[in-house]
Nanobody, 121 residues
Framework: QVQVAESGGGLVQPGGSLRLSCAAS????????WGWYRQAPGKQRELVAR???????RYADSVKGRFTISRDNAKNTVYLQMNNLEPEDTAVYYC???????????????WGQGTQVSVSS
């Protein structure tokens, strides 16, 4: 089965930057789409950014212009570059990997365990 794992979280001051990484292993097939989600204390998990098999990207309004999602298909790895971080970005960030199973759109999702991002002065 496919396994995914995030890394790169940490503590930074407001205005700082972090780069998160997520790699998929356990399968000879590439991932079709990637997503980054986050969950802050007392809040539900929300979509931060995603990239499709065609290379199209989408971002939450709160991170547009500050975060960039990218992928390395050869390495089955996705990245999230986070710039100008704000205290409101503090959350556990989760990686989501999606494989499309057929032309009708059926898919299967795989999740990482999460990495903590804390933004504080």
């Amino acid at each position: 089965q496919v396994q995914v794992a995030e890394s790169g979280g940490g503590l930074v001051q407001p205005g700082g930057s972090l780069r998160l990484s997520c790699a998929a292993s356990g399968s000879r097939f590439s991932i079709d789409a990637w997503g980054w989600y986050r969950q802050a204390p007392g809040k539900q998990r929300e979509l931060v950014a995603r990239v499709t098999s065609g290379g199209n990207t989408r971002y939450a309004d709160s991170v547009k212009g500050r975060f960039t999602i990218s992928r390395d298909n050869a390495k089955n790895t996705v990245y999230l570059q986070m710039n100008n971080l704000e205290p409101e970005d503090t959350a556990v960030y989760y990686c989501n990997a999606v494989r499309i199973l057929n032309v009708e759109g059926a898919s299967v999702d795989f999740w990482g365990q999460g990495t903590q991002v804390s933004v504080s002065s």
